[in-house]
């Protein structure tokens, strides 16, 4: 399967509809679905609808943006996912780019978060020309937000995102700018 990204530890892969149960397992964590659902699991449902929307994305944009699968490059195994995409506000503007990434439990507090989101801020301002990557987390959840200040998003404002399904909606956004990554990154 093509790799979109590979760093060190990491490659990322396009998903596929045998990935169900992967997103299955990853989001059936109550920590990992803490600070989105307060907990509660995806339900099968919710787990086709994701892998529909994440293969929707990868088909609109010839696999330039969207979700990837997170794979260890050592042992094969399913990390979590990572995203490149549009903002949800503003879904045909290619140059404004959202970053996200969920990630197994085992995999937390080892860099890999960092490294992969840096590898892909680097490609969406080097490669896909983007002007500005976003991150947004939810208010309390500080490993999300200090992966976004490792990476050079610098916090914006907070304010609550009503698609969260969680009860505290409260967000905290982050932001770099083209300009912002040369003077980081090179």
């Given at each position: 399967m093509c790799n979109y990204l590979k760093t060190d530890?990491?490659?990322l892969r396009q998903?596929?509809?045998?990935?169900?149960?992967?997103?299955q397992d990853l989001d059936s964590d109550p920590e990992?679905?803490?600070f989105l659902t307060d907990g509660v699991p995806s339900d099968d449902a919710l787990v086709k609808k994701t892998i529909k929307t994440f293969l929707e994305l990868k088909e609109k944009?010839?696999?330039r943006l969207g979700y990837w699968a997170a794979v260890d490059c050592?042992?094969?195994e399913f990390i979590g996912w990572f995203q490149l995409r549009p903002l949800k506000e503003d879904p045909e503007n290619n140059e404004v780019l959202e970053l996200g990434y969920r990630l197994k439990r085992k995999f937390w507090g080892k860099g890999i978060g960092t490294e992969v989101s840096k590898a892909l801020v680097k490609?969406?301002?080097e490669v896909l020309a983007a002007k500005e990557v976003w991150a947004i987390a939810h208010k309390s959840n500080l490993g999300s937000t200090n992966i976004m200040k490792k990476c050079g998003l610098t916090y914006q404002y907070e304010k609550e995102y009503p698609p969260y399904p969680g009860r505290d909606k409260k967000c905290v956004y982050y932001r770099i700018?083209?300009?912002?990554?040369?003077g980081l990154y090179e």
């Open positions: 530890r990491v490659r998903f596929n509809l045998e990935d169900e149960a992967l997103i990992v679905m803490r944009t010839n696999g050592e042992s094969g490609k969406a301002f700018t083209h300009g912002e990554f040369k």
